[in-house]
């Protein structure tokens, strides 16, 4: 069972966690143990409400296919057990992160001081520049 929220829980039918071997150094070991975890979760099929799919699927997460399959591939730990939970808090976040509401940006303007300020400088700076030029008799 996966906890998102108070209200939103994944049963643990609705994850796909399947054991591969890591990729990377690791010496001979690397070669005989699957430690690394490659976890699998279907958004349209899941019990999730449909707002939290609505957006989840209109991510531009590159961890989300077209059909709406969620992978993710944990393999930063050395134990089987510690890639697994750090799948599956991976995958937390991502579905927090798609229903966490963006602040709306207010356009503003500059204001007439500013705007003056501006102005003022520029010209200051080009008298500058035009008593650089050549010296006329």
């Known amino acids: ?10 049963g643990d039918w609705e994850i796909e966690i399947h ?4 990729q990377g ?5 690397v070669n005989k143990v699957a430690s690394a975890v490659h976890l699998r979760f279907d958004i349209p099929r899941s019990s999730l409400p449909p ?5 989840l699927l209109a991510l531009g997460d590159q961890r989300i296919s077209k059909e709406g ?8 730990f050395r134990t089987q057990e510690q890639n697994r939970e750090d799948a599956l808090e991976r995958l937390r976040e ?15 303007k500059p204001t007439k001081g500013s705007q003056r300020r501006r102005l003022d400088k520029k010209t200051r700076k080009g008298q500058t520049k035009a008593l650089r030029g ?4």
């Open 1 to 10: 069972m996966l906890r998102i929220s108070n209200s939103v829980e994944l």
């Open 19 to 22: 054991a591969i071997r890591a």
């Open 25 to 29: 150094a690791g010496g001979q070991n």
């Open 51 to 55: 707002f939290y799919k609505e957006r």
């Open 69 to 76: 399959v969620v992978v993710i591939k944990a393999q930063r």
């Open 94 to 108: 991502l579905i927090r992160e798609a229903i966490r509401q963006r602040k709306v940006r207010k356009p503003t």
């Open 134 to 137: 050549k010296v006329r008799e």
